[in-house]
């Protein structure tokens, strides 16, 4: 078991900038993948960026690109979403989650992602 835990969401208006912060256990470091997901009310979760603990690219579904962007601090065990230019489509849950498997697999297989946060709400108006 290992443990997984967001922060930062909050409210803003459309056009503003959020950063999220997880802290994961260090033994998911391991050259293997840690995510963001993101479900809005009554729809599915969705990926939203991956980043491999060791060597690769980020990865980020179409809706984002170019606005968000992952990074992590190894030395503190933190993976961040810095997010900008926010839209009311951004609205949702964001949760932070860990596989012990290579992005470039958990990718195409979000069921691989075992140990995930609570969440934190990020709500963005107009």
């Known amino acids: 078991q290992a443990n997984v835990a967001e922060s930062g969401g909050g409210s803003v208006q459309v056009g503003g900038s959020l950063r999220l912060s997880c802290a994961a256990d260090r033994s998911l470091y391991l050259d293997n993948c840690i995510a963001w997901f993101r479900q809005a009310p009554g729809k599915e979760r969705e990926m939203v960026a991956t980043i491999p603990t060791g060597a690769g690219s980020a990865y980020y579904t179409d809706s984002v690109k170019g606005r968000f962007v992952i990074s992590q601090d190894l030395a503190k065990n933190m993976v961040y979403l810095q997010m900008t230019s926010l839209k009311p489509e951004d609205t949702a849950m964001y949760y932070c989650?860990?596989?012990?498997?290579?992005?470039?697999?958990?990718?195409?297989?979000?069921?691989?992602?075992?140990?995930w946060g609570q969440g934190t709400q990020v709500t963005v108006s107009s």
């Open positions: 989650a860990a596989t012990w498997e290579a992005c470039a697999l958990a990718r195409g297989a979000p069921h691989l992602f075992r140990f």
